[in-house]
C-alpha cells in the first residue's frame, strides 16, 4: 500500500463500504465464529465417515468381523470406552483454554479460522491414513499433490505447461521452514553437479567431449563451472543421460559420478578437492530465523548468510545486494542464491522481487550465477489478487479500483515478477486458511529434481524404475521429509477446488483482509488525531499487506526504555487472562519489535524521528539489557479474520477495536502517569 508513514499526514477521506457480496460468497466456507456452521460441519463428518465404514466392509465382505458383538458387551469393552470418552472430554475441556483464533476479536498472530472445505477434506482423508511419500502407499493422494503443486504454481505465475517449454513443479511440506531449506538443498546440488562431471571425465573421452560443447573445456575452473547457470546445467544433465543411454560403461560411468559429487563426500571434502571457498546466501535482514537453520543444516554455516540492507520501511534495498554479489565475485566466493521476502513475518512488507530477479539476470551477463528464491510463506496467496482467471496477471488499475491504497507499484511489480524466480515458499496454513502443518515449495522447473534423490528398495524397484515423465508422482525420491501426510494435499487440493486461486473466487478473502487492513489504518488516523494532545500513535513501517505494527509514545517523552515501557503495558490490554471466566478478553493482539541492529545509521535516524524520541538512544548494542534501547517494542496487527468488517448492530470488529484501543491507551496514559 502506498501510504503514509505518520498517521497524523494521512488526509480524510470517505469510507469505503463493506462488500456485502463477499461475506455471503464467504458465509458457507467457514465454521463461523459462533460455530454458525456447525450442522454442516457434522452433516459433512457423519457423512464422510459412514462412507469410510461401507467403504472397509467392502474389501472381502465376506470375512467375519472381527469385532463382535459379544466383545462390544464386556464390561472391559464397556471401561475403554468410558476411558476414551473421558479423556476426550478432558482434552476438550483443556483446548477450551486455545487461544481463540476464529474470533475476529483476534488480530495477533498468523492464524485464522479455517476453510471448512479443506478442513473437511483433511479430516475425511485422515480416516485413510495415506503416506504420500510413494503410490504404492497414497494411489490417490499422491496424485492429489502433484496437482496442488501445479495449481500453487500457476497462482505464482509460472509455467505448468510442457509444450511451453521448461515448466514448474511443487509439492507441500510440513512448513515453509522446510520449504527453505529444500531451495537451498537443491541448488548446492544443482550448482555442485557440473563440478563433479569435471573430475569423473578424467580419462573418458566421450564425457569430456560432452561437458566441452557446454563450455566446460578440460582445463575449465573450478570458479567457471560453479558459475554455470542452472538453466544450462539443466540441458547438460539431459544430454549427459541421452548420451549414456547409448553407452555399454554407463553404470561405471554414473558412479563415478556420484562418487565425486558433494552428496557423496561432504561440504569439506568436496570444496578441498575443487579448491573452492564456502557458497555464501544472501537475504535480507527482515529473513525469517529458518535461514541461517539452513545454512547450518547443509554445513555451509550461518556465517556465509550475508545480510543485505533494508530501508526504513523493512523492505530489501536491491542496492546493498548488488554491492555485496560485486564483493562475491571479486573474493571469488560462489553464491548459491538470493533470497527476497514476500510478506515479512513481523511487517508483512514485500521486498522488491522484480529488481532482484532483473539483477541475477545482469550478473549473469559477467558469468556469476545466482538464483533467486522468494520466501512468500505470509504473502504467497495474496498472489490471488493479482492473477486472473485465465492465468494472466490483473491490470493494477484494476486493483486501485477496488482498493484505497493497496497495492503500491512496487508490490504491484513484486507480484508480477513472483513468475520470474527460481523458486518459491508458500504456506497455505497461513493465508491458505488451513490446518497446520502445510507448507509448500514451487520450482520453477521440474528439472531440479533430477540432481537429487533416494530410492529406497522397499519403495522402488530397480527392475523397474521410473523414468522422468512420472518422477514427480515419486515424492519420496526428491524430498527432504520422509513420511508425509495424504491428508493435508488432500485438503489443499479440495480447499483451491471450491477456491480456485484466482482473484474472482481465493482472491475474495484476501481481499477482505486488505480492506480491513486499509480501515484499521484509516480509522488509527481518527485515533491519532483524537489522542494527539496526550500521545503520538505512529506507524514506523509503512504497511504493504494486512499487517500493521503501531507504537503508541506518550506527549513529549524523548525516552525510548520508557516509550518501550508503556507500549508493554498497553499490551498487556490484549493478552488473555487465564483467571478470567470463558476468556473473555475483548480483543487479542500480538507484539513484535523494530531492532535497531536491522536498520541503516539513516533508517534509524528516521524512524527515532517518527517516534519522536531522542536518535542517540537508539542504539546497535546495550551492555544493560534494562536500557532497553536496542529495539522499538510495537503492537502488532494481523488481520486476516475474513469477518473483521462484518457489520454488526451499526458497527463492525475494526471499529469496536479502534474503540478498545483507545480506551487501553488512556487507561495506559494514567498508569504512566502515575509512575
Given amino acids: 500500500m502506498t501510504m503514509p508513514i505518520m498517521l497524523q499526514e494521512i488526509p480524510g477521506a470517505p469510507r469505503r463500504a463493506s462488500n456485502h457480496d463477499d461475506h455471503a460468497y464467504l458465509a458457507p466456507l467457514f465454521l463461523g465464529p459462533a460455530g454458525e456452521n456447525e450442522a454442516l460441519i457434522e452433516r459433512a463428518l457423519v457423512t464422510g465417515l459412514r462412507e469410510h465404514s461401507r467403504w472397509r466392509r467392502a474389501f472381502h465382505p465376506h470375512d467375519p468381523p472381527s469385532i463382535g458383538a459379544d466383545e462390544q458387551a464386556t464390561p472391559q469393552f464397556a471401561a475403554a470406552v468410558e476411558r476414551t470418552e473421558r479423556a476426550l472430554g478432558e482434552l476438550s475441556a483443556r483446548l477450551r483454554q486455545s487461544v481463540p483464533m476464529f474470533s475476529p476479536r483476534y488480530v495477533g498472530h498468523m492464524a485464522s479460522d479455517l476453510l471448512l472445505p479443506g478442513l473437511l477434506a483433511q479430516l475425511l482423508t485422515t480416516l485413510y491414513n495415506p503416506n504420500n511419500v510413494s503410490a504404492d502407499a497414497a494411489p490417490v493422494t499422491l496424485d492429489l499433490e502433484v496437482q496442488v503443486g501445479q495449481q500453487l504454481a500457476r497462482m505464482c505465475g509460472f509455467n505448468t505447461d510442457p509444450a511451453r517449454g521448461p515448466s514448474a513443479y511443487g509439492h507441500l511440506t510440513s512448513g515453509g521452514t522446510v520449504a527453505n531449506y529444500e531451495a537451498l538443498w537443491l541448488q548446492r546440488a544443482i550448482r555442485f553437479y557440473p563440478l563433479a562431471l569435471l573430475k569423473a571425465s578424467h580419462g573418458d573421452v566421450k564425457l569430456a567431449a560432452l561437458l566441452a560443447r557446454y563450455g566446460l573445456a578440460a582445463d575449465a575452473s573450478a570458479w567457471q563451472a560453479i558459475n554455470m ?186 507480484f508480477v515478477g513472483l513468475g520470474r524466480a527460481d523458486s518459491i515458499t508458500v504456506d497455505p496454513h497461513k493465508l491458505g486458511y488451513l490446518p497446520y502443518g502445510g507448507g509448500a515449495f514451487i520450482g520453477a522447473d521440474r528439472r531440479m529434481t533430477e540432481f537429487v534423490g533416494q530410492r529406497p528398495v522397499y519403495l522402488y524397484d530397480a527392475a523397474n524404475p521410473s523414468n522422468s515423465s512420472d518422477r514427480l508422482g515419486q515424492l519420496g525420491d526428491y524430498i527432504l521429509e520422509g513420511s508425509k501426510a495424504g491428508a493435508a494435499a488432500a485438503g ?89 471466566p470463558d476468556l473473555q478478553q475483548p480483543f487479542v493482539g500480538s507484539h513484535t519489535s523494530l531492532l535497531r541492529k536491522n536498520l541503516s ?65 488512556i487507561h495506559s496514559l494514567a498508569v504512566d502517569g502515575r509512575g
Fill in 229 to 414: 547457470m542452472p538453466a544450462v546445467i539443466f540441458e547438460l544433465r539431459d544430454a549427459l543421460e541421452h548420451s549414456l543411454a547409448a553407452r555399454a560403461d554407463a553404470t561405471s560411468v554414473r558412479t563415478r559420478i556420484m562418487d565425486a559429487r558433494v552428496e557423496h563426500l561432504g561440504m569439506a571434502e568436496f570444496l578441498r578437492c575443487h579448491g573452492l571457498a564456502t557458497p555464501v546466501v544472501i537475504c535480507p535482514r527482515t529473513a525469517h530465523y529458518s535461514w541461517p537453520k539452513a545454512m547450518q543444516l547443509l554445513g555451509l554455516g550461518d556465517a556465509q548468510l550475508w545480510y543485505a540492507d533494508v530501508d526504513a520501511q523493512m523492505r530489501l534495498e536491491p542496492a546493498s545486494v548488488e554491492r555485496l554479489l560485486d564483493r562475491a565475485w571479486q573474493t571469488h566466493l560462489p553464491v548459491l542464491a538470493v533470497v527476497a521476502v514476500l510478506g515479512t513475518t513481523e511487517f508483512g512488507t514485500i521486498d522488491p522481487v522484480h529488481d532482484l530477479v532483473a539483477l541475477r539476470d545482469a550478473v549473469a551477463m559477467r558469468g556469476q550465477a545466482s538464483a533467486v528464491h522468494v520466501d512468500a510463506a505470509w504473502g504467497g496467496y495474496l498472489a490471488t489478487l493479482f492473477r486472473a482467471e485465465d492465468g494472466s496477471a490483473v491490470p493494477r488499475e484494476v486493483l486501485r479500483d477496488t482498493f484505497r491504497h493497496f497495492p503500491s507499484p512496487d508490490v504491484y511489480a513484486a
Fill in 492 to 580: 489443499v487440493f479440495v480447499s483451491n477446488q471450491v477456491l480456485p486461486l484466482d482473484a474472482k473466487h481465493f482472491g475474495r478473502i484476501c481481499g477482505q483482509t486488505i480492506r480491513a487492513s486499509e480501515d484499521l489504518f484509516d480509522r488509527l488516523h481518527d485515533l491519532a488525531t483524537r489522542l494527539a494532545p496526550q500521545c503520538s500513535v505512529v506507524l514506523p513501517v509503512e504497511p504493504d499487506t494486512n499487517l500493521i505494527c503501531i507504537a503508541v509514545n506518550p506527549a513529549g517523552n524523548l525516552s525510548l526504555p520508557r516509550m518501550n515501557r508503556f507500549g508493554r503495558q498497553l499490551f498487556s490490554h490484549f493478552v488473555i487472562d487465564p483467571a478470567k
Fill in 601 to 665: 545509521l539513516a533508517a534509524a535516524r528516521r524512524v527515532a524521528q517518527k517516534l519522536g524520541i531522542d536518535p542517540a538512544t537508539f542504539v546497535t548494542a546495550i551492555s544493560d539489557p534494562e536500557r532497553d534501547t536496542d529495539h522499538v517494542f510495537l503492537l502488532r496487527h494481523t488481520l486476516m479474520n475474513p469477518w473483521l468488517t462484518h457489520a454488526s448492530e451499526g458497527h463492525h470488529f475494526i471499529e469496536r477495536y479502534c474503540q478498545f484501543l483507545e480506551s487501553a491507551i
